[in-house]
T-cell receptor, first 111, second 115 residues
Framework: DAKTTQPPSMDCAEGRAANLPCNHS???????VYWYRQIHSQGPQYIIH???NNETNEMASLIITEDRKSSTLILPHATLRDTAVYYC????????????FGKGTMLLVSP | KAGVTQTPRYLIKTRGQQVTLSCSPI?????VSWYQQTPGQGLQFLFE???????NKGNFPGRFSGRQFSNSRSEMNVSTLELGDSALYLC??????????????FGPGTRLTVL
């Protein structure tokens, strides 16, 4: 699985868009980019995933660069409840269903 | 569809005891993975079960074991507890099929404290 690099922390004002970057320069062609978040002491929550194209769901948008070396998770209107650690993971299901978590980005949304 | 459930949510044990944690996956999911989360080591993979067979294992001592039942429910056991086993134990379920992407969904976790 690809090694990912994320900033350790970010701040965002409530109501503004939160843009969380992730570098994954070693990602292979079949690896998806997955995003999870973890609110303090809860289980990680799946947000979104993508391979090449940009993706959007009810929670967020995922923008993947054309060379697939980086991506950005966008929370369009951040709320206080979006304060969490966000993990970017490169994942290819080789039949062993293992996710490798890094340290993630601590997003603090302030009023 | 109901999510992944884990029981108990909180547990306090003393050194030397053993503990069993339970995980019920999302209906239809056959793969259950277990992770340990500590402040120092972060989220680390313990093992994964699929169709009652351990399919993958992380780098943990033999005191950590697990099993899966025919209904895909899984248990993990830690014997001879040590203080360092205090952690949040998470399980995740997925279909477990051999396709390129197979999203894992996590339960709320079991907080184990070893005194």
């Amino acid at each position: 699985d690809a090694k990912t690099t994320q900033p350790p922390s970010m701040d965002c004002a409530e109501g503004r868009a939160a843009n969380l970057p992730c570098n994954h320069s070693t990602i292979s062609g079949n690896e998806y980019v997955y995003w999870y978040r973890q609110i303090h002491s809860q289980g990680p929550q799946y947000i979104i995933h993508g391979l090449k194209n940009n993706e959007t769901n009810e929670m967020a948008s995922l923008i993947i660069t054309e060379d697939r070396k980086s991506s950005t998770l966008i929370l369009p209107h951040a709320t206080l409840r979006d304060t969490a650690v966000y993990y970017c993971i490169g994942y290819q299901n080789s039949g062993y269903s293992t996710l490798t978590f890094g340290k993630g980005t601590m997003l603090l949304v302030s009023p | 569809k109901a999510g992944v459930t884990q029981t108990p949510r909180y547990l306090i044990k003393t050194r030397g005891q053993q503990v069993t944690l339970s995980c019920s996956p999302i209906s239809g999911h056959r793969s259950v993975s277990w992770y340990q989360q500590t402040p120092g080591q972060g989220l680390q993979f313990l093992f994964e079960y699929f169709s009652e067979t351990q399919r993958n294992k992380g780098n943990f001592p033999g005191r950590f074991s697990g099993r899966q039942f025919s209904n895909s429910r899984s248990e993990m056991n830690v014997s001879t507890l040590e203080l360092g086993d205090s952690a949040l134990y998470l399980c995740a379920s997925s279909y477990g099929l051999a396709r390129i992407t197979d999203t894992q969904y996590f339960g709320p976790g079991t907080r184990l404290t070893v005194l």
